[in-house]
Nanobody, 126 residues
Framework: QVQLVESGGGLVQAGGSLRLSCVVS????????MGWFRQAPGKEREVVAT????????YYTNSVKGRFTISRDNAENTVFLQMMSLKPEDTAVYYC???????????????????WGQGTQVTVSS
């Protein structure tokens, strides 16, 4: 059984930083595309960043480009999201996700991801 557990969320002032971690158990992630998504109250879940299985291709939604960095440590079976210069509009529950098929491409579509974590709350105060 594949499980994803996020951590690192919290309350931070605007301009601050947080680093989210997603530890995966039950399967190696070394051949899986991974992604971070977020959902704010009353809004649909949206992609934040994705990373392919090799780590060579990364995608960022426009609103976080230059501020967020997605990375992976396959030896630790962990994916990270470094968030800097946080804004109040970044406030949301952040979810880690993985696709099931090895060496498949990354995608911004949440429906294409098969495994999800429980989410971690990020709150940015103004």
């Amino acid at each position: 059984q594949v499980q994803l557990v996020e951590s690192g969320g919290g309350l931070v002032q605007a301009g601050g930083s947080l680093r989210l971690s997603c530890v995966v158990s039950g399967r190696t992630i070394s051949d899986l595309p991974m992604g971070w998504f977020r959902q704010a109250p009353g809004k649909e879940r949206e992609v934040v960043a994705t990373i392919d299985w090799s780590g060579n291709y990364r995608y960022y939604t426009n609103s976080v480009k230059g501020r967020f960095t997605i990375s992976r440590d396959n030896a630790e079976n962990t994916v990270f999201l470094q968030m800097m210069s946080l804004k109040p509009e970044d406030t949301a529950v952040y979810y880690c996700a993985a696709r099931r098929t090895a060496y498949s491409s990354t995608t911004a579509a949440a429906g294409s991801y098969d495994y999800w974590g429980q989410g971690t709350q990020v709150t940015v105060s103004s």
